[in-house]
Nanobody, 129 residues
Framework: QVQLEESGGGSVQAGGSLTLSCVVG????????MAWFRQAAGKERERVAGIFTGRGDAYYADSVKGRFTTYPDKSARILYLQMTSLRPEDTGMYYC??????????????????????WGQGTQVIVTP
């Protein structure tokens, strides 16, 4: 069983920055398919960023490209989401998700289908105008 715990959320003014962390606990693998999702109040969950930690391939939603960066630490036990130039529309609950990192193609499939087996409880991000 894999446990995920997010942290780093908070309130920030538009234009500011935050870095979220997702710590992987429990049974560990050498690589993961990992991703960040967010859900604003009254809206559906949406993809933010995904990555195959075994190779570092990352993909981003169009709405965050050029502003957000996701990367794992060397152990692949922590995933970061560096968020810059934040906008009020970035407000929401941010969730970390993970699955066994079988390969890059599998990870991209998981990213597109949101079919991850493991999810964290989320961390709240509020961006004020």
């Amino acid at each position: 069983q894999v446990q995920l715990e997010e942290s780093g959320g908070g309130s920030v003014q538009a234009g500011g920055s935050l870095t979220l962390s997702c710590v992987v606990g429990g049974y560990t693998y050498s690589s993961y398919c990992m991703a960040w999702f967010r859900q604003a109040a009254g809206k559906e969950r949406e993809r933010v960023a995904g990555i195959f930690t075994g190779r570092g391939d990352a993909y981003y939603a169009d709405s965050v490209k050029g502003r957000f960066t996701t990367y794992p630490d060397k152990s692949a036990r922590i995933l970061y989401l560096q968020m810059t130039s934040l906008r009020p529309e970035d407000t929401g609950m941010y969730y970390c998700a993970a699955d066994l990192g079988v390969g890059a193609d599998y990870c991209y499939t998981q990213w597109m289908s949101q079919g991850y087996n493991y999810w964290g409880q989320g961390t709240q991000v509020i961006v004020t105008p």
